[in-house]
């Protein structure tokens, strides 16, 4: 476990999911707002459209500010980019190839461009670790606010492409978990502000060999190493939806948030997004615990609290 002072003063998202491979229509934002160069859109698959967009709806939303370091996780990266060139390659036999499609195939292709976008020189990394991958960016961010940064935008994003969802149900995958896709980003800061809407206060990352019949038990040490226990918490918000009944039987508050998202390796960041959001209420009861895997990789922990 690892204890963090991430105070979050702005944030956004774009989220779509939906059932056997198939996304419904989300409400996307008209990306001419963000992104007014016509010519830079047609350049940007659907997914660098949707992180760039996020990530400037979060500085607007946190009220500007200059942006110390850019970190983003991603667990399949830009896959429709990277689509198109593995076709072009086998199309034209790997000659007079179009490197477009390579150069914003990379994982830190959106980090890039948002860097582009705000002329921002800091630093900027994209931590590609599956289901962990935003936890990871998490807590390089709070590594970063340790040794003196001040303020930084740290995000998650992951797509579904035809081809990624054909496959996955070939192998079965959507016969239990809902599909979906998203690209959330936060602005975290070193303390709070008047634009503070909430605190993560520690992350921890459990291996995936982890018995899921041990996850009650984990989480219940997690928060006892925080001074809290399960009636402390206003809710829990649960992406296992094998752990549902454990967690029931708690009696306290429970959320299955795949069913609003569907399942990506960076759900984290919609159960953030989603808890942070819910931070209200209650005045007895300030915190929120995420619990989240992607599969069958890694399980995740994030206790946030109102401040």
């Known amino acids: 476990m690892m204890q963090t002072n991430l105070y979050i003063d702005g944030m956004a998202g774009i989220v779509s999911s939906g059932h056997n491979g198939t996304l419904n229509a989300g409400d996307e ?4 707002t963000y992104i007014p160069d016509a010519g830079l859109r047609r350049r940007m ?3 660098i459209k949707m992180g760039v967009t996020s990530s400037l709806m979060a500085i607007e939303n946190s009220g500007e500010g200059v942006i110390e370091g850019i970190i983003t996780g991603t667990g399949w990266g830009c896959l429709t980019d990277t689509e198109k060139f593995l076709v072009s390659i086998y199309e034209n036999s790997e000659r007079l190839l179009n490197p477009s499609s390579f150069i914003q195939s990379t994982s830190n292709t959106i980090g890039a461009q948002i860097a582009l976008m705000l002329d921002s020189k800091h630093y900027n990394n994209t931590f590609v670790h599956g289901g962990s991958s935003f936890e990871c960016a998490l807590l390089d961010s709070s590594l970063l606010l340790s040794e003196g940064k001040k303020r930084l935008m740290v995000g998650g994003f992951d ?3 035809p081809t990624k969802s054909h496959l996955f149900s070939r192998m ?3 016969k239990k978990f809902h599909c979906g896709e998203g690209a959330h980003f936060f602005i975290a800061s070193a303390s709070k502000s008047k634009k503070t809407i909430g605190k993560i206060s520690a992350i921890e990352i459990l291996s995936k060999d982890t018995p899921e019949d041990e996850i009650v038990e984990r989480c219940s040490s997690f928060l006892s190493e925080n001074g809290l ?3 402390d918490l206003q809710i829990i918000l649960n992406g296992i939806d094998d752990l549902s009944g454990c967690f029931e039987n708690l009696n306290t508050a429970l959320l299955n948030f795949k069913g609003e998202c569907g399942e990506y390796p960076t759900s984290g960041a919609y159960g953030l997004f989603r808890g942070l959001n819910l931070l209200s209420g209650e005045k007895d009861k300030r915190h929120i615990l995420i619990v989240n895997r992607y599969i ?3 399980f995740t922990f994030l206790l946030i ?3």
Do not use: A, I, M
């Open 45 to 47: 698959s659907r997914l």
């Open 305 to 307: 609290e109102k401040v």
């Open 172 to 174: 079965g995958v959507w």
């Open 229 to 231: 226990k399960f009636s």
């Open 29 to 32: 934002p008209d990306y001419k």
């Open 159 to 161: 797509e579904l492409t």
């Open 296 to 298: 069958l990789d890694v």
